[in-house]
């Protein structure tokens, strides 16, 4: 008997219970790490490093992984290794074995980025994968929601419940994944005679490569997601620390840390929900042009309301900025897919996605560090800093839109650039 669901039905199985999972131990990690290991704000951004240094190190291989071998045997090997890394996470007692766990789960977390989007676009076409995007994103955000109750009730028997449940979450949806996802259209390189699967492995790279030289607009997007990843990491990493250290949280209702966590993270999520629905609704993600100039003004105002988050010191000012930039980035997302998908060859989909989350984990472990080293001295000074690097990003759209559409190259540009890397 066939368990196998239909392409959408698994996307949206998958996104919901990644959601649910993530969101257990996202709601109370800063919290866990502060408070029960100890970490200061340096410590806390090197966590983030080690998790980009291994995205660096392997995503583009495991992309390659996928366009060589199969999105879903990507895809669940991922899955098990990322609640594999919780688990370890769950149990650690030190900095150093939260390290080991955030690198474990880098690595194990490459084999799913961008092969999740390739299969679905390969399984649906690149139409109704962009609706997908969306619905996923929506589905995504509800179930955060639920885990979001979740994680603070567990958190309230013991505060290493919410990560370990998330291990043993992730490894399910690993199995589950294994028997009902589909894989119908993924057709595997042909290889040559002799070669290896290394040898295919390497090869599948390389035109990977040769077709994002060949279109300089894949470089510039890849370039904006290098100035997104470093954006971000500050923010990602220190703007727990900054409301619970530096502006403090009122005591209203009796809620405790952990619940006010809850709380922030849930309307954040509600914002983000908002936003998705608004860009599914009235915003179409059809035209690379159209497209990067909704890109350009959501990084706009994420600049903005980031520099506002990190030189307030209103605790009510700084939580609205915090679920304002939760919104913005909610919608964002399936913007900057549906950015980087319009066009490609399916033969190397999983390969460019992948580059283009290595570009961002790139941004991430160079701007990590430094912002770390600014945040000990102040903490509201690297948000802001982190904020500001997204500037540049607006010069890169603009010249994105004059570049024009991505589109499918002929075969022969890619045997050209081929011919010039060898």
Excluded: C
Aim: no cysteine; net charge negative.
């Amino acid at each position: 008997m066939d368990r196998r669901l239909s392409a959408a039905a698994t996307y949206l199985l998958y996104s919901a219970w990644e959601g649910f999972a993530m969101r257990l131990s996202f709601t109370i990690f800063t919290v866990f790490v502060v408070v029960e290991l100890g970490l200061g704000p340096l410590e806390l951004v090197l966590l983030g490093t080690a998790l980009e240094a291994s995205y660096l190190l392997f995503e583009i291989p495991t992309g390659v992984v996928a366009d060589t071998f199969g999105r879903k045997r990507s895809i669940v090997i991922g899955a098990i290794g990322t609640g594999l890394a919780w688990l370890v996470l769950g149990f650690a007692d030190s900095f150093w074995a939260a390290v080991a766990s955030q690198m474990l789960w880098g690595i194990a977390a490459t084999f799913m980025s961008g092969a999740d989007v390739a299969w679905l676009t390969d399984e649906v076409g690149e139409g109704e994968a962009r609706r997908l995007y969306v619905r996923g994103d929506q589905v995504w955000h509800v179930a955060a929601l639920v885990g979001i109750v979740a994680s603070v009730a567990l958190a309230t028997v013991w505060i290493r419940l919410p990560i370990v449940a998330t291990g043993v979450a992730m490894v399910a949806l690993g199995l589950a994944l294994l028997v009902v996802m589909p894989e119908t259209r993924f057709t595997p390189r042909p290889r040559g005679a002799g070669e290896t699967a290394v040898g295919s492995m390497v090869a599948t790279f390389r035109q990977g490569v040769a077709a994002v030289r060949a279109h300089h607009v894949l470089l510039l997007i890849i370039a904006v997601a290098a100035l997104h990843g470093a954006s971000t990491e500050g923010f990602d990493r220190l703007s727990d620390f900054h409301l619970l250290r530096d502006i403090g949280l009122p005591e209203i209702g009796g809620l405790d840390r952990i619940a006010w966590f809850g709380v922030l993270d849930g309307v954040a999520l509600v914002a983000g929900l908002v936003a998705v629905t608004a860009v599914k609704r009235w915003i179409h993600l059809e035209g690379h042009a159209h497209v990067a100039k909704l890109l350009a003004a959501i990084d706009v105002a994420l600049v903005l309301v980031v520099v506002v988050f990190g030189v307030t010191g209103t605790f009510w000012v700084a939580v609205v900025a915090f679920w304002v930039v939760g919104g913005l980035r909610s919608a964002r997302e399936p913007m900057y897919t549906a950015w980087i998908n319009q066009g490609l060859d399916p033969a190397t989909r999983a390969t460019i996605n992948s580059m283009g989350t290595q570009a961002d984990a790139v941004g991430q472990a160079a701007g990590g560090p430094a912002l770390g080293f600014v945040g000990n001295r102040s903490v509201p000074l690297a948000l802001v800093v982190s904020g500001l690097l997204r500037l540049p990003a607006l010069f890169l759209y603009a010249r994105a839109v004059r570049r024009g559409t991505v589109g499918t190259l002929p075969p022969e540009a890619i045997d050209e650039e081929l011919e010039i890397e060898a």
